[in-house]
């Protein structure tokens, strides 16, 4: 299938490690993000997602952190597997408009 | 499975020539919105239908139309294509205008021009 990770950033993480995958917004008045999952052939899968209201949310291993004031995202994944590599997207959105901007994205490759 | 369907799955059309792409989407949403996604990069907003009216835009040139039915399923059209419109073409679904819901991706549509 046709590859989504070409020329992105790539993080290497060896399986049952932990992984942070970061991401920069640009739009200060973005109150709602998501992080995205992105496989090879595939959209884009919704992970979890944080409203500016907060600063962490937890999920099933994975947990956003978000830092407004350096306008910060994280994606933290605990006990990373195989099954988790992929390409990962942030993205934001603002006034509750449905258009969602996406960042640059992350390769995750999972090291058995 | 999102339980939205994009079709078809693969095409390749010739540079001037128009394409429709479609989607339905999930039981329920009203809000469908279209992507590109250019190899290796992630997804750009192209725009979003609403109850059957466009509820914003995004960069792209009026060659890009869209199209939303009553049952909520969409079609995206492009005219005159170019080169640079080989992409991936997603749709997600939604089931609000506004507010902060989850958005449903489709699998996409992989448009190839020559």
């Known amino acids: 299938g046709e590859s989504v990770g070409l020329h992105l950033p790539t993080l290497s993480v060896q399986e049952g490690d932990n992984s942070i995958i970061n991401c920069a917004y640009s739009?200060?008045?973005?109150?709602?993000f998501i992080w995205y999952k992105q496989e090879s052939g595939k959209g884009p899968q919704f992970i979890i997602d944080?409203?500016?209201?907060?600063d962490k949310r937890q999920g099933q291993r994975v947990t956003v952190l978000l830092n407004k004031t350096v306008k910060h995202l994280s994606l933290q994944i605990a006990a990373t597997q195989p099954g988790d590599s992929a390409v990962y997207f942030c993205?934001?959105?603002?006034?509750?408009?449905?258009?969602?901007?996406f960042g640059t994205g992350t390769k995750l490759q999972v090291i058995p | 499975e999102t339980g939205v369907t994009q079709s078809p799955t693969h095409l390749i059309k010739t540079r001037g020539q128009q394409v429709t792409l479609r989607c339905s989407s999930q039981?329920?949403?009203?809000?469908v919105s279209w992507y590109q996604q250019a190899l290796g990069q992630g997804p750009q907003f192209i725009f979003q239908?609403?109850?059957?009216?466009?509820?914003g835009r995004g960069n792209f040139p009026p060659r890009f139309s869209g199209l939303q039915f009553p049952n909520y399923s969409s079609e995206l059209n492009v005219n005159a294509l170019e080169l640079d419109d080989s992409a991936l073409y997603l749709c997600?679904?939604?089931?609000?205008?506004?507010?902060?819901?989850?958005?449903?991706f489709g699998q996409g549509t992989r448009l190839t021009v020559v």
């Open positions: 944080i409203r500016s209201n907060m």
């Open positions: 739009n200060s008045a973005s109150d709602y």
């Open positions: 039981s329920g949403h009203n809000t």
């Open positions: 997600a679904s939604s089931l609000a205008k506004g507010g902060n819901t989850e958005a449903f």
């Open positions: 993205a934001e959105k603002s006034g509750g408009y449905q258009k969602v901007t």
């Open positions: 239908y609403y109850r059957e009216e466009e509820n």
